[in-house]
C-alpha cells in the first residue's frame, strides 16, 4: 500500500434507541404520574416519593413521543407506533382522566384509580378513521381532566366534568371514577367548515381551543371570568368569545389556574379571568375578576411579545430580543426579597445562560406552573425557579428557588409540561 493511501473509517457511536426523542421527569412521584415505576410493591415504598433530578423515562426508550402534558398528578403522552396507538397516560385516574383502566380479572375487573407506568388510553375511532388521523395534533390537561385534539380536527375529551370542563352538558351527581366515558366532538361543530383547530389549552378547570383564524372557543369553569364568556357562570358548552380579541388573530394562549393570557400575531397581550394580584390590570380600583377578553396596557412597553404564561397567581412575558419579565405575586425571580410587583419587570440575560462566551444566547420559550417557572434557552438549557416543596424544579433538592437556576438534563430541551408538583421535558440528544 502506498503512503497515498489513507483510509477513513467512519465511526458512529452506538445509542441505544432509535427515536429522536427522550423525556425527562421530575418532582412528586407517589400518584404514578411520572410513569418510572413498573412494580406496584416498590411503588408503594416512601422513598418513591420524590424524584429530585431530572430522570430518563424508559418508556421514551421505546417509544416515538411527539408531545407531553402534565395535569394536578397526572401526564399523558402522544406517540407515534406502527400499531396505531397514539396517546398513552400515567399517574392518578380517579376522575377518569386518563380513560377506563383495568386490572385483573377480564370477568371481573377492578378499575385504577392510580397508573404507575405509561398505560395506552384508547381514543373511539369512526369506521373510517386512519391511524394517522388518530396522531394527537394538539392536548392539555387540566386538575381532573385531559382534551386531545386529533390531526383530523377531533376533540376528545375524559375526565371530570363537574363545570363543563370537557364540552359537554353538566350531569348533576355524576360519577367520574371507573368511567369509560371519552367524549367526541367533531371539528365543525365548534369553529364551522372554514376553519380548523389547532390548539388546546386547560385551566385548572375550564378549556380553551384555539382556531387557524385567530378565534377562541371555551367551555368549562367560570367563577373567576376565566371563559372570557361575559360572564362568570360555568359552561358546558363550547363557545366563540370576543371582547378585545374579537376582531384580532390570537395565535396562542396559557393558562395553568384560572388567569388568561392571549397573544395576537401583532405582539400584543390580553388576558381574562382572576387578577386578585393585579396580573391583568395594575389600576389602583381596578376589578379582581374579569370575564371579558381584555387588551392589557401594563404590557405595552415590553415590545413585541412572542410567548407568555400565567400560573396561578403571575404572569411571564417573552419579547422578541428575548427578554423574560415576569410580574404579579410569587417568587418572581429577583430574589427573596421581591413578591410582588405590579409591572412586569425584566430578567437579566446571564440568568438564562448569557456570558461572554455565548454572548448569543437568548430564550426561546417560556411557561409555569401554578407555583413555578421556567424557560428555555436558544442552547436547550431549561432554567427553573419557584416553589419546590416537591421537588418539581429538578434541581436536586426541595429548597424553593428565587433565582432562574439551570435544571441538569442530558438533552436539549423542546418542550416543558408543567404540573402542580411534576415537570416532564421533551428533548433531543445533544449531537
Not at 371519552?182 to 388546546?200: N, S, T, W
Not at 440575560?349 to 436558544?378: K, Q, W
Request: glycine content about 12%; overall charge negative.
Amino acid at each position: 500500500m502506498c503512503k497515498s493511501d489513507v483510509f477513513i473509517l467512519d465511526y458512529e457511536p452506538k445509542t441505544t434507541d432509535s427515536h429522536t426523542n427522550r423525556v425527562y421527569v421530575w418532582g412528586f412521584q407517589e400518584t404514578g404520574a411520572l410513569g418510572l415505576q413498573t412494580n406496584v410493591k416498590k411503588a408503594k415504598e416512601r422513598y418513591t416519593e420524590m424524584v429530585h433530578h431530572p430522570t430518563r423515562l424508559q418508556f421514551s426508550n421505546n417509544n416515538e413521543i411527539t408531545d407531553v402534558t402534565a395535569g394536578y398528578g397526572f401526564t399523558a403522552f402522544a406517540v407515534k407506533r406502527s400499531d396505531g396507538l397514539s396517546l398513552f397516560g400515567s399517574g392518578l385516574n380517579t376522575d377518569s382522566q386518563l380513560g377506563y383502566q383495568v386490572k385483573g380479572n377480564k370477568k371481573d375487573p377492578a378499575n385504577l384509580d392510580v397508573i404507575i407506568y405509561p398505560t395506552a388510553i384508547q381514543l373511539p375511532r369512526l369506521q373510517d378513521e386512519t391511524d394517522e388521523d388518530m396522531q394527537v395534533k394538539s392536548m392539555s390537561a387540566g386538575r381532573a381532566h385531559l382534551v386531545v385534539l386529533t390531526q383530523n380536527g377531533t376533540v376528545f375529551t375524559m375526565g371530570n366534568n363537574s363545570y363543563g370542563q370537557c364540552g359537554r352538558s353538566i350531569i348533576e351527581e355524576e360519577k367520574y371514577s371507573g368511567s369509560a366515558l371519552i367524549h367526541r366532538i367533531a371539528q365543525r361543530d365548534i369553529c364551522g367548515a372554514d376553519d380548523e383547530l389547532v390548539a388546546v389549552e386547560c385551566g385548572q378547570d375550564h378549556t380553551m381551543l384555539l382556531s387557524k383564524l385567530g378565534r377562541v372557543y371555551t367551555c368549562g369553569w367560570g367563577a373567576d371570568g376565566q371563559t372570557g364568556q361575559g360572564n362568570y357562570y360555568s359552561a358546558g358548552q363550547i363557545t366563540l368569545i370576543g371582547g378585545d380579541i374579537e376582531k384580532e388573530r390570537i395565535v396562542r394562549i396559557a393558562c395553568a389556574s384560572d388567569c388568561v393570557l392571549a397573544l395576537n400575531d401583532k405582539g400584543d397581550v390580553f388576558g381574562w379571568g382572576n387578577s386578585e394580584y393585579g396580573q391583568l390590570d395594575d389600576a389602583a380600583d381596578a376589578v379582581t375578576q374579569i370575564c371579558t377578553p381584555r387588551a392589557l396596557t401594563l404590557t405595552k412597553g415590553l415590545g413585541k411579545v412572542k410567548d407568555v404564561a400565567a400560573g396561578g397567581s403571575f404572569c411571564m412575558a417573552l419579547n422578541d430580543q428575548g427578554l423574560v419579565y415576569t410580574w404579579g405575586y410569587g417568587i418572581l425571580g429577583f430574589g427573596p426579597f421581591v413578591d410582588q410587583t405590579s409591572k412586569p419587570q425584566h430578567l437579566l440575560p446571564p440568568l438564562f445562560g448569557r456570558n461572554d462566551f455565548s454572548n448569543a444566547t437568548t430564550v426561546v420559550s417560556i411557561g409555569c406552573g401554578v407555583f413555578h417557572m421556567g424557560a428555555v434557552n436558544s442552547d436547550g438549557d431549561l432554567f427553573m425557579w419557584g416553589k419546590n416543596r416537591f421537588g418539581h424544579l429538578g434541581l436536586g433538592h426541595k429548597k424553593d428557588q428565587f433565582f432562574p437556576f439551570k435544571a441538569a438534563i442530558n438533552g436539549k430541551v423542546l418542550k416543558v409540561a408543567y404540573g402542580v408538583d411534576h415537570t416532564i421535558a421533551l428533548c433531543r440528544p445533544h449531537i
